[in-house]
């Protein structure tokens, strides 16, 4: 009995000992300031200290919509630190897409994708629900006749939640015209917006032809 005993509690302090290795990496990993990822729709520079996208390109065009998102919600991915759920709980913050659903609605596939909090912002959710969501509309109107190449820059202040994320200041909309090699940008204050989406045309301060 005794040795029965005693070989259990090995197999047990073993397992547990395991467990704790297993976890210990992702203890130690250092965060990174700037990841770039590559996804089928969208590449994203990510910063894991921040816990939000930084930079992130995507590619608008006439995509007919065969499904919806029902009850799709946004995901971890197990290679980056990002943001989570608890960031975006009872505040002002919405889980603001940046390659936007309803542009990749053309498959189940794709529209997951844009569910990645790596495609996901702090947004101020009358922004988000409001200009923002109107120009993403207009996008997939002016998509219509030509592709476009939408890359989505943010900007921020020191704000940081008690959940670890920092909340964007500012979110600058660049959109790329490729029939008609131009550019329109459209800079939001994270914040309500006053004023309609067109008021938010700015000279493209960014602007650059690096396609995806």
Not at 68 to 85: I, L, V, W
Not at 98 to 109: E, G, H, N, Y
Not at 135 to 152: C, F, H, S
């Amino acid at each position: 009995m005794g040795k029965v005993f005693l070989s259990w509690l090995l197999v047990f302090t073993l397992s547990c000992t395991k467990a704790q290795d297993l976890r210990r990496p992702t203890a130690q990993v250092e965060l990174r300031e700037e990841v770039i990822i590559e996804t089928d729709i969208f590449t994203v520079t990510y910063s894991e200290t921040k816990e939000q996208p930084l930079i992130l390109t995507y590619r608008s065009s006439n995509r007919v919509k065969n499904v919806d998102r029902g009850s799709m919600d946004f995901r971890t991915e197990n290679d980056y630190h990002t943001s989570d759920r608890h960031d975006y709980y009872a505040n002002v913050w919405d889980k603001g897409h940046l390659a936007p659903a309803a542009t990749f609605s053309d498959s189940k596939v794709n529209l997951k994708q844009t569910f990645s909090y790596l495609n996901c912002a702090l947004q101020n959710q009358y922004l988000n629900r409001g200009a923002w969501r109107l120009l993403e509309e207009q996008e997939r109107k002016w998509d219509d006749t030509q592709e476009l190449i939408v890359t989505v820059y943010i900007e921020f202040s020191d704000s940081i939640l008690p959940t670890g994320a920092n909340i964007p200041s500012n979110f600058t909309k660049q959109i790329f015209f490729t029939n008609d090699n131009k550019y329109r940008c459209y800079s939001f204050p994270n914040q309500r917006p006053d004023k309609n989406w067109e008021e938010y045309l700015i000279n493209c301060k960014f602007a650059n032809k690096k396609i995806l």
